[in-house]
C-alpha cells in the first residue's frame, strides 16, 4: 500500500544534517547550489519505496530532476541496464 504521509520537518532535517548540507549524489554543497536541496526518495513511492529516513537522500535539484522516478538506467558504454547509485549501499 502507498503511504500519502509527508515526511515531518524534523526527519527532514536529520536527513539534512547526516548528509552535512551535500548532495548525496554529486557531493555539490548547499551553500554553493542557485536552489535548495530536497530530501527525496532513493527508491521512489512509485517503486513501493517507504519513508524510513534509510531511503531518504538530500538532492540537489539538478540530480533529483535527473533521477526522477527512476532506479535504474541504460549504461552508453555497455547499453544494458544497471543500477543507479543508492547513496545508502554503494560507495
Ligand atoms: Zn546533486
Same mark, same amino acid.
Given at each position: 500500500m502507498m503511504t500519502t504521509r509527508r515526511i515531518s520537518p524534523a526527519v527532514r532535517q536529520a536527513v539534512r544534517q547526516r548528509a552535512s548540507? /551535500? /548532495?548525496? *549524489?554529486? *557531493?555539490?554543497q548547499e551553500k554553493y547550489c542557485p536552489d535548495p536541496l530536497s530530501v527525496e526518495h532513493i527508491v521512489p513511492r512509485a517503486s513501493a519505496?517507504? #519513508? #524510513?529516513d534509510a531511503n531518504l537522500a538530500l538532492a540537489c535539484q539538478g540530480c533529483n530532476g535527473r533521477k526522477h522516478v527512476a532506479v535504474s538506467a541504460i549504461d552508453p558504454v555497455t547499453e544494458r541496464e544497471v543500477p543507479l547509485y543508492h547513496p545508502r549501499r554503494d560507495v
Open positions: 548540507f /551535500c /548532495c548525496e *549524489y554529486c *557531493y555539490s519505496g517507504c #519513508d #524510513d
